[in-house]
């Protein structure tokens, strides 16, 4: 027994890995133009993600580690995951506005549209930086990296799936994602309260925010299926800031 015990505070460590894992796998899936196998494999790094914490706190295993290890397999599934998704997106929306050769002929501005998910990596960096010095850990400000990540890979099996869509042709051109790009890595950042889905028991009081957000998303969930992801997430957004403004309101 006495064995056994060391060996369990070591199982949210194991299951970080294993989204560090799924995370390094969707970035080569991505690469091989797989964009939906990439999707799925970010999705299932969240789930890792969310299982880590949850079993850290089970076991008592919290650890300087822990925390440590868990940032940066983030910084992988949730930051370079998805930012290769992006950057093979933006490349075949150049593609349908450059000429048909290849994009070799691209100019410098074409260019930094190519590059510009590299801002994903870069605000996640940031983001999970500042949340290892956060010194009260019960809130937090801005959109997880998680949540962004759900997001792109949501994104990416809207227009997987639906690929004679009107909204995907809107979304698949470079001016579209370098918005979307934009506005979630700077939502990363924003120093805007967002509320936690951390229950505090499971009475309606003090969760209001939270069952709603369920509901929501089980409704979308149900009606739009794979495009109801990136919706969930500007769902939560615009909870966060109707929250945020009700606060405000009762002050």
């Not at 109801?228 to 405000?248: N, R």
Request: charged residues 15%; aromatic residues 12%.
């Amino acid at each position: 027994m006495s064995q056994i015990r060391p060996l369990r505070k070591h199982l949210p460590n194991l299951l970080t890995l294993c989204n560090l894992a799924l995370g390094f796998l969707a970035v080569l899936m991505a690469f091989e133009n797989q964009l939906l196998f990439a999707s799925w494999l970010i999705l299932i790094a969240a789930l890792f993600d969310f299982l880590d914490g949850f079993a850290a706190k089970m076991l008592r295993a919290v650890s300087e580690f822990g925390k440590q290890l868990d940032s940066l397999a983030d910084i992988i599934s949730f930051g370079m995951a998805p930012a290769a998704i992006l950057y093979k997106l933006m490349e075949y929306a150049l593609r349908n506005e450059l000429p048909p050769s290849s994009l070799s002929g691209a100019n410098f501005v074409e260019r930094l549209y190519l590059f510009s998910p590299m801002l994903i990596v870069l605000f996640a960096a940031i983001r999970l930086a500042a949340y290892n010095i956060q010194e009260n850990k019960e809130g937090f400000r801005g959109l997880a990296t998680p949540a962004a990540a759900i997001f792109f890979a949501g994104l990416s099996m809207v227009v997987i799936s639906h690929p004679q869509a009107g909204f995907t042709t809107f979304l698949l051109r470079p001016n579209s994602l370098l918005v979307i790009i934009l506005i979630i890595s700077i939502m990363m950042i924003i120093r805007i309260p967002m509320f936690s889905l951390k229950f505090t028991g499971f009475g309606w009081k003090g969760n209001e925010i939270r069952y709603i957000f369920i509901a929501i998303s089980l409704i979308l969930l149900i009606i739009l299926q794979e495009v109801a992801l990136p919706v969930v997430i500007l769902a939560y957004l615009l909870l966060s800031f109707i929250s945020l403004l009700s606060k405000t309101n009762n002050r």
